[in-house]
């Protein structure tokens, strides 16, 4: 595969990835459409940049997308106990 058919490829992914994030109501859905965004930036990097560093930030940005995962869900856990559900429309009131 050519570098511009993986980056179409990444384009696409990320674009439908975005429209999933801006539709969907559950907040563990939204999470997965972020990291579905992440992967696309990833696929898109190393498609396009050279070799080593593409590589390189790829595997920063995995870390990166880890360390997102958990504190996301961490997120999620905590406003699931606070409100009682976890559909993004319903959780209205957010106090500090």
């Known amino acids: 595969m050519s570098a511009y ?3 179409s490829a990444a384009f696409l992914l990320f674009s439908l990835a975005a429209a999933g994030f801006l539709t969907c109501g ?5 999470l997965m459409f972020l990291e579905l965004m992440l992967n ?8 396009l940049g050279p070799e ?6 790829a595997v920063m940005l995995f870390a ?5 995962a958990g ?4 997120l999620i856990i905590t406003l699931a106990s606070v409100f009682r559900t976890l559909e993004a429309e319903n959780i209205k009131e957010l106090k500090g």
Request: glycine share 4%; no cysteine.
């Open 26 to 30: 559950s907040l563990v859905r939204m």
């Open 40 to 47: 696309a930036a990833n696929i898109a990097l190393v498609a």
């Open 5 to 7: 058919a993986l980056a």
């Open 71 to 74: 504190i996301g869900l961490a």
């Open 64 to 68: 990166i997308a880890a360390a997102e």
């Open 52 to 57: 080593t560093v593409s590589q390189a930030y």
